[in-house]
Each structure stands twice: as C-alpha cells, then as structure tokens.
C-alpha cells in the first residue's frame, strides 16, 4: 500500500507539475514533533519536499495555489542477522524506518519584487505514516522489505519565509526565469493517528510485537532550498 500510495502522488505531483507549474522548488526539511508527537517522539526529524505554484506571483496578483508533498523519517534502527536458521553463517542487515509523507494543498501571498521576497501560506492536506523494515545484503542490496504499520492523519497549518535571489533571467524567450534561496518555517497541525517509534517493534522468541502510540501529530519544519520562476503563462 504504502508504495502505491507514494508512486500515485508523484505521479500526480510530475503530471500537474509539467503542465500547470509556474513556481517550482524543492527543499531539505527538519521536522519537530510539538505537543503530544512530541510526547512520544523526542527526535528530529529530517527529509526533503517539493512543490510548485500554479501563478507566478506579480504585483496585480500576489496570490498564488499549488501542491507541496514532503518526506520525514523520524526514527530509524538497525541490527545485524543471520540470514536465516539453516544458513547462519551469512549475515544481512534489518534496517527499520519510521517516515511520514505528507501532501498539501498550498496557498501563497507573496511579495513580488525585489532581491528579497517575503511570504505567507496556508496548508490544508494529510499526512500517510508508516514503519517499513527492509532486508539488505550488508547495507547493499535490498533482499526484502515489508510495513510493520500504517495509519493517515488529516494535516493543515500555516507558515512563511523570505525568498533570496541569487539569479534573474530577462530574457522573454527563456523558460526558465529567476532562481532564489527559499528559507521558510511552517506549523503543521496534525490530526491523531496511531504509529510506531523507535523501539516500539519487539522481536523475541520468533515473534514479533508492537507497541504503538496514539496522540495528535503536530509537526514544526523548517525548510531550505531552492525555488525557481517559470514564464507566467497565466500572468500575461
């Protein structure tokens, strides 16, 4: 499920993102569990996001709408193993990760001039959580992976940030325009859902147990990146 669910909302994000995209970036994320996630989950989150607008923002029409999908993984763990009962003497590692994707409709007001360009946005979207654990051949070769468990949370929020310009194209024939820093924060309230943490999968005597949270998930991120300007097709 889970790798379904991921390919259909990149597919979604590239195809809406080839035809509609104006603005387009893509950023290293943090992510701080608050509150009650932060209750069971005490480390930092770290992954990446993208996103792009569909109207670039201009002095008539500083308001803009996109999409903005996002990976975190919030706990991992590994252990060596032997690769079963009968062969002993080969040995793979058990990698275990806790992620969440997120996916978001964004909307933006933006600044639309200058070197430095600050900006506000509204988030509304959800957030799909799971635990997978992976079997590879001594950090190589995946041999097999599985998902210990899943769950969707409802996620809306707010944030803003500055974009910093470091190149501008004036030429009306180039596709590709100005290219900034992107440095923004957000606060992501999450609805509650059940998930597991580092140390939650217990595996003893063959068996194996979980021990899953249940809370609210809000998350705080901060973001850098790279944003870049399309040709308006909508803003002529």
């Not at 996630?37 to 996109?66: E, M, W």
């Not at 957000?186 to 809370?215: C, F, H, P, Q, W």
């Amino acid at each position: 499920m889970k790798k379904s669910f991921t390919m259909f909302l990149f597919l979604i994000t590239i195809s809406s993102f080839s035809c509609l995209a104006q603005v387009g970036g893509f950023n290293f994320t943090l992510g701080f569990p608050i509150g009650e996630f932060n209750n069971n989950v005490k480390r930092t989150g770290f992954g990446v996001s993208g996103g792009f607008l569909i109207l670039t923002p201009t002095v008539k029409n500083p308001f803009s709408i996109g999409l903005n999908l996002g990976f975190i993984n919030y706990g991992s763990e590994t252990r060596p193993e032997p690769f079963s009962s009968t062969i002993p003497d080969v040995t793979v590692d058990v990698d275990r990760s806790n992620n969440i994707v997120n996916f978001h409709i964004l909307f933006q007001l933006a600044f639309p001039t200058g070197i430095v360009r600050p900006y506000a946005e509204g988030l509304f979207g959800g957030s799909y959580i799971y635990t997978e654990t992976t079997i590879k051949s001594r950090g190589v070769d995946e041999v097999a992976s599985s998902t210990n468990f899943d769950d969707f949370a409802w996620s809306y929020g707010a944030g803003g940030g500055f974009l910093i310009q470091v190149f501008s194209s004036d030429n009306p024939v180039d596709k590709v325009g100005s290219v900034f820093i992107d440095l923004k924060a957000r606060y992501l309230y999450g609805s509650e859902a059940e998930y597991l943490k580092e140390g939650s999968v217990i595996v003893a005597n063959g068996k194996v147990t979980y021990n899953t949270s249940k809370s609210k998930t809000d998350l705080l991120t901060a973001h850098i990146g790279a944003v870049v300007y399309f040709n308006s097709l909508f803003n002529n």
